[in-house]
């Protein structure tokens, strides 16, 4: 799963909500961030390793029925520059 983001939380986090996670540990998939031209991808055994910092449910703009909570990682690029071998 590839997330493209607009900013980091706090300046420091990449953020996805708790079903896009919880997605990807089930079928052992890893998700790729992509943030200012760099991109930090972990696998489903760090996604376990979630920051949870709110229990907030938030209400999905597209579907009124669907909420999510957040969950955050330490936003620690793999390297700079790499949008391009992505294609993005």
Do not use: H
Request: hydrophobic residues 40%; contains cysteine; charged residues 30%.
């Amino acid at each position: 799963m590839i997330i493209e983001l607009q900013k980091l939380w706090l300046g420091k986090f990449a953020s996805a909500r708790d079903y896009q996670v919880a997605k990807c540990i089930k079928k052992n998939k890893s998700i790729t961030w992509l943030f200012n031209n760099d991109k930090m991808t972990l696998t489903a055994e760090q996604l376990e390793k979630a920051i949870k910092f709110s229990n907030k449910e938030n209400e999905s703009k597209y579907n009124a029925k669907q909420k999510y909570t957040l969950r955050n990682f330490p936003w620690k690029p793999d390297s700079v520059g790499e949008f391009a071998s992505l294609g993005v």
